[in-house]
């Protein structure tokens, strides 16, 4: 158990709608980060929120968005869904940013019928 | 741009060793590794920092050769439980000398099978 809490585990939806997904970093963990899994883009880099502010932006596309709350709890908003969004989305920790290991949430599912 | 690993899959008998690579084109600030077994999430192994410094689990080795943007994973008398898909993430640095905040850049993967 990485201390990294991810709701929901499984998600199915329809195209054309949104759906919000929610982490919660480990106790102490100033960083959140957003990652893509799907089998052909692989593990992606979508963003990354520090204390509260967007610190890196990867291949995140606009019709998503993310925020980080003041408890350090942070949301990604998906919107507009489409088949290729089907994938596992991770959010991750670290204890500030740059050089820290990152710990990883059991991940979102996320099914687009 | 994305890190190549190599090799794309290893198969192995418990007790034997591996070694798994990760090659950047860009200069890089740290590498980090993790292990995903099927349906779950990457765990952490190990971090390698520019100018040495290094984190993570004591059975695990890797090296980082900061010239060459290179690193490997050495994975030694190797157990059932090694079984997954191993994957290096690479922070690059920014031209000041500074860092990408974290942001990671996963290679694609290398599947190690152990068998009994």
């Known amino acids: 158990d990485s201390g990294v809490t991810q709701t929901p585990k499984h998600l199915i939806t329809a195209t054309g709608q949104r759906v919000t997904l929610r982490c919660s970093p480990r106790?102490?963990?100033?960083?959140v980060y957003w990652y893509q899994q799907s089998l052909d883009q692989g593990l992606q880099f979508l963003i990354q929120?520090?204390?509260?502010?967007?610190?890196a932006k990867g291949n995140i596309l606009e019709r998503f968005s993310a925020q980080q709350f003041p408890d350090l709890h942070s949301e990604l908003n998906l919107s507009s869904l489409e088949l290729g969004d089907s994938a596992l989305y991770f959010c991750?920790?670290?204890?500030?940013?740059?050089?820290?290991?990152?710990?990883f949430g059991p991940g979102t599912r996320l099914t687009v019928t | 741009q994305q890190p190549v690993q190599s090799p794309q899959a290893v198969i192995l008998r418990e007790g034997e060793d591996a070694v798994i690579n990760c090659s950047s084109s860009?200069?890089?600030?740290?590498v980090h590794w993790y292990r995903q077994k099927h349906g779950e999430a990457p765990v952490f192994l190990m971090i390698?920092?520019?100018?040495?410094e290094q984190k993570g689990h004591d059975k695990i080795s890797a090296s980082f050769n900061e010239k060459k943007q290179q690193s490997s994973l050495y994975l030694t008398a190797s157990q059932l439980s090694y079984s997954g898909t191993y994957f290096c993430?690479?922070?690059?640095?920014?031209?000041?000398?500074?860092?990408?905040?974290?942001?990671?850049?996963f290679g694609q993967g290398t599947i190690l099978t152990v068998h009994p």
């Open positions: 860009k200069a890089l600030y740290s």
């Open positions: 106790s102490g963990d100033l960083s």
């Open positions: 390698l920092l520019k100018g040495g």
């Open positions: 991750a920790s670290s204890a500030s940013g740059s050089g820290d290991e990152q710990y």
């Open positions: 993430g690479t922070e690059g640095t920014l031209h000041a000398g500074g860092t990408s905040y974290g942001k990671l850049t």
């Open positions: 929120y520090y204390n509260g502010e967007e610190r």
